[in-house]
């Protein structure tokens, strides 16, 4: 098993410019998860995703917009990026939503907006 | 709301033991997780809680008070390896296992 794989591992964007992080997980779970990652703060919640067609906004949703249409897919969607964008996107995700359920993290995106 | 308290730094040497505290307040509880992060890498998970209590897996364990809001992480026999940083997440949304993180502890172990 892959795990959780991203791509890509790094990107510079332009403000105003618009691209899609990929996220794609082989290990059949039904729940994916969207982090930010901002240096010296913790763990941020973008969007995340219960199953297929299902997508909720997470903590800090606004500029972002999420897919789901496989169990195995959740891409991230930058419409319009901004300076405070700039961040390191990792992707996660669970079999199940239960308390206990461990999250499993890709390897992240490092994304720079000039 | 949610606040998930933890220490920012902290250092200890080589084969000593180190309790890296986390305090929470939020507004349900589900369980408390505890990752780790090597500089530039994904979290990694190590260990949960759901009830109080003490959970040994190797070198490390994890206690949890939930009356006080209360867990501490705990690593023995300390390698260089180890360094890196610790996070303290808190599931607490019923019917979801959305995490809250705390900012991390960057752990530097000393020869």
């Known amino acids: 098993n892959a795990g959780v794989t991203q791509t890509p591992k790094f990107r510079i964007l332009k403000i105003g410019q618009s691209m899609t992080l990929q996220c794609t997980q082989d290990?059949?779970?039904?729940?994916m998860y969207w982090y930010r990652q901002d240096p010296g703060m913790g763990l941020k919640l973008i969007y995340y995703?219960?199953?297929?067609?299902?997508?909720d906004k997470g903590e800090v949703p606004n500029g972002y917009n999420v897919s789901r249409s496989t169990t195995e897919d959740f891409p991230l969607r930058l419409e319009l990026a901004a300076p405070s964008q700039t961040s390191v996107y990792f992707c996660?995700?669970?079999?199940?939503?239960?308390?206990?359920?461990?999250?499993?993290f890709g390897p992240g995106t490092r994304l720079t907006v000039l | 709301g949610q606040n998930i308290d933890q220490p920012t730094e902290m250092t200890a040497t080589e084969g000593a033991i180190v309790q890296i505290n986390c305090t929470y307040q939020?507004?349900?509880?589900?369980?408390l997780f505890w990752y780790q992060q090597h500089a530039g890498e994904a979290p990694t998970f190590l260990s949960y809680?759901?009830?109080?209590g003490l959970e040994e897996k190797g070198r490390f364990s994890s206690f949890l008070s939930r009356s006080k809001g209360y867990s501490y992480l705990l690593l023995k026999e300390l390698q260089m390896k180890d360094s890196a940083s610790y996070l303290c997440a808190v599931s607490s949304q019923t019917g979801a296992n959305n995490l809250f993180f705390g900012t991390g502890t960057r752990l530097t172990v000393i020869p």
């Open positions: 290990m059949n779970h039904n729940y």
């Open positions: 995703s219960v199953g297929a067609g299902i997508t």
């Open positions: 939020t507004s349900g509880f589900n369980g």
């Open positions: 809680n759901v009830l109080d």
């Open positions: 996660a995700s669970s079999y199940s939503g239960t308390g206990t359920d461990t999250q499993y």
